[in-house]
């Protein structure tokens, strides 16, 4: 028995684990693969912009998470292929179906990416190719890959030595899952040079790449006959249903024990029915089994008096009553009230949440289901949904209020702690002020919540932008305070700003704080979110590339609470099971723009015209950004040193940015060009491409950029430009360019104010 699993990252340690085991067998079954290679497969899904691929990583491993066998699949969405790039079994494996399994996993996971096809390479099957051992291994390969419709692109020089001396040089293999029509020529030589110029970067010249990119004539390209099979048909169908990985779903079962038959209390158990029902459908999820974990968990983020009185207090309340606070003494840790009627004002921060004979174990069995969420990341779940009430995020480490009682989402985050980094984004209605109070003075957990203003929204008291943290704790929460209507779009801004810090923090895992009552019409709230707004905002918080765990708070209109969840997990599940790795933290696809960041040769024409319609720059200056562009192409990123951030409309690029890494430094880079079309400018554009440009500076562990411009009365937006994005003017050069005309060098420490 055996199971296939998706490897995101190298960071919990069960993946961690998996990886030095994955190793182990590329070093047994490829003893050739140099050690570099070996262990830049973690690299590769650390920092998928390297290589300019999205890695997608399976291993099949037994009950007792042994590696039985593996896959790696890069995935090129531009140019819409992927290459199977390495895919081997355990020697000590009994196959037993594995590598059919391993590769019928591979192809089904092209299939819903929707891609032209997959390639990968197989040394020649030729009889005189290799020597005879090598052939009859070879020969075995390309018997297997047929039964799929798999064959050689012949016509070719592919296979062309790289050194006079070198021999049995490996063919490109396609296969078009159970398409009939083989690829065209400019998708095949765009294919071909993408994986040269990166992939092999290191090996082939510039002019070698030329030589095999022009070998390709054939349009459509030739594909080998079949071989090995008597019949064109092949019996291995692809498998093109949707998402093959699953999110973790976690119920706390206990949840209707607590119910308030009371007019008004909204938070009652039709809610977490409304959502399952709903969720029951997608075939997005995997129900898990709720564990039981010790109260030490909820004691490392509540004061024992605080659990103490909130226990004894829901044992002691009459079975068919409920206890409401209404007298609220002012808190004085060392003289707590005597009476215990009034017990409740002196931990709860409002009036209308009750003390109830079951509020207690209910509020446990919800902790009990955030860990056992929590859990399923580090035993490697990419997400996991602890679908919870009572809610947890209004209360504090010494006090309830708001529904809430114990504050699930901050157990679990503390819980994650300690194996990485981690960050909470609250997107409830109203002020996450659990989550801030219980980690306010520490800077290993950020906090961030987006919410109603405190001047109209509950609770009133906390949220205010100027709430940054204390002490070590300075500068780790974030509040985002947003009027009274806010639409889809303009939450979705803010969402942006609060993904921009997260980034900034570099957390190994992102907590959640689900609220659905952002949505149209909920009774709590004053917003108007609608379906698609959902969706956009699950495609953002899953763009982030991180463990994600999330955890249900808010949400009180029944009759939209399961499509609002089913479209906000379906938009993540888009992004982190189907593209791997960061994108845009920009969602632009309301206004028709889109951001890339891999130029293609159309883009010397228009960047040229885009300069030159700028008005602002000289014929040399014109030249040197079609140049940039140019000697990209030709030589890739690595070789040229310049990296670009185009966005564009309807195939038109309105804007671009190019920067690159300083020769001959370690961790600083320039910013060479920013420009925006003239009928663009003025709407923020040239601050997008910048932000852009400088996480993914930062993400290949930049550190400090520099931008250089002139300090001419002409340049001087452009030097507000980027005074106002923070950068800081350390040097001027005077007559630099000529006299009266000198150069201004500007810095930013990247990491600040992302």
Known sequence: MFRIRRIFDDV?????????????ILKKRFPEVSEHDIHEIGEKLRNPFKLRFRPILFVAENIRNKVLGFAMVLHEPEINFCFLDWIATSKDTIRGGLGSALYERVRSECASLGVQGLFFECLPDMPGSCSPDVLKENIARFRFYERYGARPIVGTAYDMPLNPEDTCMPVLVYDGLDKDKPPGRNHARRVVRAILERKYAHLC??????????SIRDNPVKIRPFCYIKSKRTDQKVNHKGFTEKIALVINERHTIHHIHERGYVESPVRVRSILSSLEKSGLFERMETASFPDSHIYSVHDADFLAFLMRACEEVDEKKSLYPYVFPIRNRMRPPGESSVLPGYYCIDTFTPIHRNAYPAARGAVNAALTAAKALLDGKRIAYALVRPPGHHAERRSFGGFCYLNSTAVAAQYLREQGRVAILDIDYHHGNGQQDIFYNRSDILTVSIHGHPHFAYPYFTGFEDETGADEGEGFNLNIPLGESVTGPEYQKALAKALRRIFEFRPDFLVVALGLDTA??????????????FKINGRMI?????????????????????????????????????????????????????????????????????????????????KIAEELVQEHLEKGPVESGYYFVIASKNGRVIGYGCYGPIPCTLTSYDIYWVAVSPEFQG???????????????????????????STQTRYAS?????????YRCDVVLDDFYEPGDGKAIYSKTMGLNL
């Open 718 to 726: 452009t030097r507000s430009f980027y005074e106002r994005c923070g």
């Open 683 to 709: 709407q923020g554009l040239g601050k997008i491409i910048l932000t852009e440009m400088e996480c993914l500076i930062f993400e290949t562990g930049g550190k400090r950029a520099y931008v250089e411009t």
């Open 205 to 214: 010249s510039p002019e070698y790449v030329e030589k095999v990119v022009d």
């Open 12 to 24: 919990i340690p069960v993946n961690k684990n998996t990886l030095r085991q994955v190793r182990d």
């Open 542 to 622: 899953g763009e982030t590339g991180l463990p994600i765990l999330v955890v249900q708070e808010g949400g009180y209109r029944t009759r939209s609470l399961g499509g609002n969840v089913r479209n906000f997990f379906q938009g993540m599940a888009e992004v982190v099971f189907r593209i791997t790795g960061r994108k845009s933290f920009y969602d632009l696809g309301h206004k028709g723009l889109s951001i890339r960041y891999e130029a293609v040769p159309e883009d010397v024409k228009q960047i040229r015209g885009l300069v030159e319609a700028t008005g602002f720059f000289r014929p040399d200056e014109i």
């Open 520 to 533: 149209h019409h909920d009774p709590t709230g004053t917003w108007s979110l609608a379906l698609e707004d």
